[in-house]
């Protein structure tokens, strides 16, 4: 309407050839971008970086990361942003038997070839804090379902930093690392594995990992070969926890993981590939041998 108004043509009979009101488009004139507009992208970008760094949440936790962020709306409004984005929820939203996991955002450092031309993956270290593997696993209460984070040591099989919560959020790996990391020093340079989950190739775990100056390393999703040893340790846990009864809250069950980590695992549990020690006696006996011989 601008270019025929410089032609020329005037801007009533413009409008009424197209139909339109003179008035909205002089106000559209004096003022291209409305307020309501620039809140409705604010939103939209809080949306877009939660959804970023958890892709499998639905437009509910959406809206609660966004309203964290200060960006303040209803889960009605954060659905339809989402949905005329195209935002869904990597659980909720079915495209089909074919679709493929997200792509990796570490090499995969544990996987070898061997003489047969085949990949497996080796999981040894000849030091602490050299590869350290990351896995989630769930199981449900009658109040909902609990998630378990937690980071093993390949050296000595101790599980040197978890986190447990009631969301399986980003943050739920970040503060298992971060946990990892304060009780075991200096850890640059230590690899950590994981499988293709969001919650590892999330920014806010590769900022965690950038931080502390370790190496990221990232096998396929679903496969438990990919993280065997960690995999290893969740079956206990299942055996020795998880399946022994129902569980009524979540505290109870957190509790229960707690304790079994800590008292059982850690420092009753024999290992036969540690000598037949615990994780526990067998890092006390090859520090102290080390500071001897140091």
């Keep these: 309407m601008t270019e025929l108004a410089a032609a020329g043509i005037p801007v009533t009979v413009t409008c009424r050839v197209l139909k339109l009101s003179r008035q909205p488009y002089y106000r559209w004139l004096a003022d291209p971008i409305t307020s309501s507009e620039v809140v409705e992208a604010y939103r939209a970008n809080a ?3 939660a959804h970023r760094d958890d892709p499998e949440f639905g437009h509910r936790l959406l809206a609660d990361e966004a309203r964290d962020a200060g960006e303040s709306m209803s889960d009605r409004t954060a659905w339809r942003i989402a949905s005329t984005n195209g935002w869904w929820s990597a659980f909720g939203k079915k ?19 061997d003489e047969d031309g085949r990949t497996r993956h080796v999981f040894a270290a000849d030091a602490p804090n050299e590869l350290w593997l990351v896995d989630i696993t769930e199981h449900k209460t009658s109040e909902g379902k609990l998630y378990l984070c937690a980071i093993k040591d390949v050296y000595s099989g101790r599980i040197v930093g978890y986190s447990i919560d009631s969301r399986m959020k980003s943050r739920l790996a970040v503060q298992a690392l971060e946990n990892a990391a304060q009780m075991r020093g200096d850890v640059a340079g230590c690899i950590v594995h994981s499988d293709r989950g969001s919650q590892f190739r999330s920014r806010k775990f ?3 990992l950038a931080c502390h100056r370790m190496v990221g390393s990232m096998g396929r999703v679903g496969s438990s070969g990919d993280n065997a040893a960690m995999e290893s340790f969740f079956a206990l846990l299942q055996k020795n926890v998880l399946d022994r009864r129902s569980w009524t809250t979540r505290e109870q ?4 993981i707690v304790t079994w980590i800590e008292r059982t695992y850690h420092r009753r549990r024999r290992q036969l590939r540690l000598g037949r020690l615990t994780p526990i006696e067998f890092e006390t006996i090859m520090n102290t041998t080390a500071a001897l011989a140091a």
């Design 206 to 208: 590769l900022r965690a």
């Design 47 to 49: 949306l877009f970086d």
């Design 95 to 113: 495209r089909g038997k074919g679709r493929r996991p997200g792509p990796p955002v570490h090499d995969d450092l544990c996987a070898v070839i």
């Design 253 to 256: 069950l957190r509790i229960a």
